[in-house]
T-cell receptor
């Protein structure tokens, strides 16, 4: 059974700092891995999707990496801004097709202070 | 991008009543939709997979008779919490992949259920 862990549970940084959020998964036979953003009381916004054959994906100030052999993914946020404050969730899928399901971590609550 | 809409966003009900939550894919068709439940500071837990035209598939430990799921069309799935109890109070989120596209899920805004 896939288990996803995110460290740290909470992170507070000053504006402008570069930061890394960590995600680990127990079953390395993943189909893909996604990073999401969740604002308080809201749904999820997909940030980056990394297929199992990929090593990283980039979107603007965000860069996500994937190392299947070690069961780890990182989300790098450059030049953080107060608007980046949210909970960041990592989720792994172990299969595609009709059995496509995501296993989520508990998230990292990020606070970027002005 | 693809949009998934949930309604209502918030609902408060009395214990023992039933509550229906709707999940709609607005600009694409979804033969499958997923229903998640999220407790405060916890991860999203998959409750069930809703399949258009057939019965839903429930995850282990989820009561089928309590959480009724109907996927009546390619754009609508509903979750009905029957005989709600205070412990059913939670944040319910649906998601859908675009039909024929594997690998990315689009999430609704979630529905906050409070059972008094």
């Amino acid at each position: 059974k896939q288990e996803v862990t995110q460290i740290p549970a909470a992170l507070s940084v000053p504006e402008g700092e570069n930061l890394v959020l960590n995600c680990s998964f127990t079953d390395s036979a993943i189909y893909n891995l996604q990073w999401f953003r969740q604002d308080p009381g809201k749904g999820l916004t997909s940030l980056l999707l990394i297929q199992s054959s990929q090593r990283e994906q980039t979107s603007g100030r965000l860069n996500a990496s994937l190392d299947k052999s070690s069961g780890r993914s990182t989300l790098y946020i450059a030049a953080s801004q107060p608007g980046d404050s949210a909970t960041y969730l990592c989720a792994a899928s172990n299969s595609g097709g009709s059995n496509y399901k995501l296993t989520f971590g508990k998230g990292t609550l990020l606070t970027v202070n002005p | 991008g693809a949009v998934v809409s949930q309604h209502p966003s918030r609902v408060i009900c009395k214990s023992g009543t039933s509550v229906k939550i709707e999940c709609r894919s607005l600009d694409f068709q979804a033969t499958t939709m997923f229903w998640y439940r999220q407790f405060p500071k916890q991860s999203l837990m998959l409750m069930a997979t809703s399949n258009e035209g057939s019965k839903a598939t429930y995850e282990q430990g989820v009561e089928k008779d309590k959480f009724l799921i109907n996927h009546a069309s390619l754009t609508l799935s509903t979750l009905t919490v029957t005989s709600a109890h205070p412990e059913d109070s939670s944040f319910y989120i649906c998601s859908a992949p675009r039909a024929g596209v594997i690998g990315e899920l689009f999430f609704g805004e979630g529905s906050r259920l409070t059972v008094l």
